[in-house]
């Protein structure tokens, strides 16, 4: 089992940047894919960014393409989601996710999840 603890969420203004942080612990954290997803009110839960357990395969959604930046330190056992020029669109909780073997795009692949930190832009 891994334990993950998301951070950084908060308020901002539309065109703001936020940087979430994700801890893990209790599983070697190199050997782990690691994703963030996000889920709105009243929507489902929908994958935003993914990374491979050494870092050099990255995936993002659309909508975040160009705009959000995933990246890992493992000695540190953290993910991160660097977020530039939000919009209220990106209103949600997102959650940190993690799983063994290869980045995937769907949360049902995902065994290890965190509580989740709200990301709210406003207009």
């Known amino acids: 089992q891994v334990q993950l603890v998301e951070s950084g969420g908060g308020l901002v203004q539309t065109g703001g940047s936020l940087r979430l942080s994700c801890a893990a612990s209790?599983?070697?954290?190199?050997?782990?894919?690691m994703a963030w997803f996000r889920q709105a009110p009243g929507k489902e839960r929908e994958f935003v960014s993914a990374?491979?357990?050494?870092?050099?395969?990255?995936a993002y959604t659309d909508s975040v393409q160009g705009r959000f930046t995933i990246s890992r330190d493992n000695a540190k056992n953290t993910v991160y989601l660097q977020m530039v020029s939000l919009k209220p669109e990106d209103t949600a909780v997102y959650y940190c996710?993690?799983?063994?073997?290869?980045?995937?795009?769907?949360?049902?692949?995902?065994?290890?999840w965190g509580q989740g930190t709200q990301v709210t832009v406003a207009s």
């Open positions: 996710a993690a799983k063994i073997g290869s980045v995937e795009y769907a949360s049902s692949k995902y065994d290890n």
């Open positions: 990374i491979s357990w050494g870092g050099s395969n990255t």
């Open positions: 209790g599983r070697t954290f190199s050997s782990l894919a």
